[in-house]
C-alpha cells in the first residue's frame, strides 16, 4: 500500500506491483497532479526507475497519468527505433493512487531549467 508521511513523501516505502517491488529512494520533484520518485527494484538495487505517482481525486474524471501511459505506449509502437521517449517499466494502481515506473533519464526539466529562469521551455 502506498502511504505518503506528513511532508507527503513516499522515502522508504515498498510500491508493489502485480510484477515486482520497488523501494522509494527520494522524491526527485512535484507539480500540479503528483509526485516523481526515484525507486529501485527491491530485489535487485542496481536497477533504479523513476516512478510517478497520482493521488486519484474524486472531482476528477479522468487520470492524467493514464493519459500520460497511453501516449508513451502510442509512441513507443510507432518509433520503436526512436529514444526520445521514456520506456514504460511498470504501472498500476492502488486504492488512493495511480503509478507508473519509467526508465530513469538525465535532468529534470526544472533543474534544466534553472540556468536559465527567463527563458521560456519548449
Known amino acids: ?3 505518503f508521511n506528513k511532508s507527503g513523501e ?5 510500491i508493489d506491483s502485480s510484477h515486482k517491488k520497488y523501494t522509494v529512494i527520494k522524491m526527485l520533484g512535484e507539480g500540479g497532479f503528483g509526485a ?8 535487485n538495487r542496481s536497477l533504479e526507475y523513476a516512478l510517478k505517482v497520482e ?8 487520470s492524467k ?15 520503436a527505433e526512436k529514444s526520445h521517449f521514456t520506456k514504460i517499466i511498470d504501472r498500476g494502481k492502488k486504492e488512493k493512487y495511480f503509478f507508473l515506473v519509467m ?7 526544472a533543474d534544466l531549467k534553472a540556468p536559465r529562469p527567463h527563458k521560456v521551455m519548449i
Open 55 to 62: 493521488k486519484k481525486l474524486e472531482t476528477r474524471r479522468d
Open 10 to 14: 513516499l522515502k522508504g516505502s515498498i
Open 36 to 43: 516523481v520518485y526515484l525507486v529501485h527494484d527491491a530485489t
Open 1 to 3: 500500500m502506498i502511504m
Open 65 to 79: 497519468l493514464k493519459m500520460e501511459i497511453a501516449i508513451l505506449k502510442l509512441v513507443s509502437q510507432e518509433r
Open 103 to 109: 526508465q530513469l533519464v538525465g535532468k529534470s526539466l
